[in-house]
Structure formats: C-alpha cells, structure tokens
Antibody, heavy 121, light 108 residues
Framework: EVQLVESGGGLVQPGRSLRLSCAASGFTFDDYGMYWVRQAPGKGLEWVSGITWNSAGVDYADSVRGRFTIARDNAKNSLYLQMNTLTTEDTALYYC??????????????WGQGTMVTVSS | SYVLTQPPSVSVAPGQTATITCGGDNIGRKSVHWYQQRPGQAPVLVVYDDSDRPSGIPERISGSNSGNTAILTISRVEAGDEADYYCHLWDISSHHALFGGGTKLTVL
C-alpha cells in the first residue's frame, strides 16, 4: 500500500523553527518528485515546495522562500521541510505529497494525512 | 501572476449533475488536475490531465478543458460526493503549482 506519514508538527512561537518529516512506503521513493502542500484552518490548498527525485531541483512558494528548506533522503525514503522564522501566517495542516513521473507537471497522486503546525505566542 | 477562479459553492439534488468550473486565461492550453477533499480528510486525486481518471474513481466523475474554462462534472450525484473540490495546474516556467480557491459541493 502506498503511504505517506507526516510527523513533526506542533505548537511553536513566532520566530522559532520546526522540522517536518514524511516517511514514504509502498512505492519506489527515488523515482518521484515530492512536495509539501499546506492548508490553513478553514482555507484552501497552498503549494509550499517541491523537490526533484535526485534533489537537483528545488522550488518554493514566494511566501516561504528564504525561510523554508525542502530536502529528501532517498536511502531513508524520507522527505523533510525545515521551517525557520515562523509566523502566524504559517499556521496550517502540512501535507506530504507524491508527484507523478514528471516533476513540475503531473498531478499529486498520493497525499499523507498531514501534520498540524500552529504558530502562536 | 496566473489566477484560477472557482465558484465558492455549488448545490445539487441527489441524482442530478454537478458542474464545477475552474477559470483561467487560456487554461485550455494547460493540463488541469482535480482533487476531492471530504470533511476532515486529505485531498484525493479524481481527475488528472484534464480528463483522465485514476483507478478507483467512478466513471460518473469526468473532466474537460477548453478555452478559458476547465470543468469537473459529477453525474448522478450522491450524498458521498459532498466535499470541497480543487483544480490545480503548474506554472511550467517557474515549477510552481497553483490551486483554485476550491468549490464546496452541497448535496441537497
């Protein structure tokens, strides 16, 4: 069974950091680009970041560029999101998402259940 | 920047057909994907590349894309179709994904 399981969310103060992890299973992890998508409470979906299968390409939404860093460890079938200088605007459910065969073109065909990040003093 | 416009809500009676639109400048030239998000659940891909369905998605869910509007059509609507629906495409030049604002489908 194809599965993505996020962890690392929690309550954090503004200006602090948090690192999210995503454990993948059931598919050949290093064949696919991976992404983070977030959803603020009661709001729509927002793409956050993406990384190619070999980490050669990374992309960020304007709202997080310079503060967030995406990374992957193919040996561990894991995806990460390092989030620095967090603001209340970053409060959201963060989904780990699998892409298709072509990075930056295909649909998001597998979603995790998400990990909640709450930024509050 | 490119904007995807969806109606906030669509209501339909059981057994009828729901039509959810996603508007964008020359969207017909782009590949559009659609996701269903039931309350409290993660999104699920229901249509990719304008009109293809992943395995397990019923044939009564279909998609089309032409001109300035992509359309998700759900025929013979059931109570279980009540959900938020999002369109998605890629800005290929920047490798940025874009989502529509979402449409809440209510089954009357």
């Amino acid at each position: 069974e194809v599965q993505l399981v996020e962890s690392g969310g929690g309550l954090v103060q503004p200006g602090r950091s948090l690192r999210l992890s995503c454990a993948a299973s059931g598919f050949t992890f290093d064949d696919y680009g991976m992404y983070w998508v977030r959803q603020a409470p009661g709001k729509g979906l927002e793409w956050v970041s993406g990384i190619t299968w070999n980490s050669a390409g990374v992309d960020y939404a304007d709202s997080v560029r310079g503060r967030f860093t995406i990374a992957r460890d193919n040996a561990k079938n894991s995806l990460y999101l390092q989030m620095n200088t967090l603001t209340t605007e970053d409060t959201a459910l963060y989904y780990c998402v699998k892409g298709g065969d072509t990075y930056g073109l295909d649909a998001f065909d597998v979603w995790g259940q998400g990990t909640m990040v709450t930024v509050s003093s | 920047s490119y904007v995807l416009t969806q109606p906030p809500s669509v209501s339909v009676a059981p057994g009828q057909t729901a039509t959810i639109t996603c508007g964008g400048d020359n969207i017909g030239r782009k590949s559009v994907h659609w996701y269903q998000q039931r309350p409290g659940q993660a999104p699920v891909l229901v249509v990719y590349d304008d009109s293809d369905r992943p395995s397990g998605i019923p044939e009564r869910i279909s998609g089309s894309n032409s001109g300035n509007t992509a359309i998700l059509t759900i025929s013979r609507v059931e109570a279980g179709d009540e959900a938020d629906y999002y369109c998605h495409l890629w800005d290929i030049s920047s490798h940025h994904a874009l989502f529509g604002g979402g449409t809440k489908l209510t089954v009357l």
